[in-house]
C-alpha cells in the first residue's frame, strides 16, 4: 500500500489507526530488544533530533520557494523527505518519554498560550 505520494506504507499501517502512545511503545520496544536504553538519555536524544532535524532541512537548503512547495511531487525527494520526517519524530517522540513530556498536551498547551499571545484583531 502507498500514502498520497506513492510511498510505500509499512504492512497495513495505513488500515490501522496509529496513535503517540503506540508509537512511543514501539520505540521503547525497538530500543530494548537492542540494549540501547543506556544510550536513550534527554542529551543525546535531543542531539539526534538535532541532527536529524538538520538532515530535514538539507533537502530544502538551496531549493527555490517555488521549488520547494513542489518538493513532493519527486518520488525520490518525498521518499527522503518522509524518511526525515520520521526521524525528527521518533526522536521527538523518545525524547519526550525519557522525560515525562506528553508531547500532545505540550503541544495543545502551547496553542492556547499563541492564542491568547496573538489574538485575532
Known sequence: MTDRNGVAE???????????????????EFAA?????????????????????????EIFQWLTPEESARVMDDPDTAHRVTDEVADVLAYLLQFCEVLGVDPLAALAAKIDRNERRFPVS
Request: cysteine-free; aromatic content about 4%; overall charge positive.
Open 33 to 57: 530488544a537492542r540494549n540501547w536504553q543506556r544510550y536513550h538519555i534527554p542529551k543525546n536524544l535531543v542531539a539526534a533530533l538535532s541532527v536529524e532535524a538538520s538532515e530535514l532541512v
Open 10 to 28: 509499512p504492512n497495513g499501517l495505513a488500515e490501522q489507526p496509529l496513535d503517540v502512545a503506540k508509537l512511543q511503545r514501539r520505540l521503547v
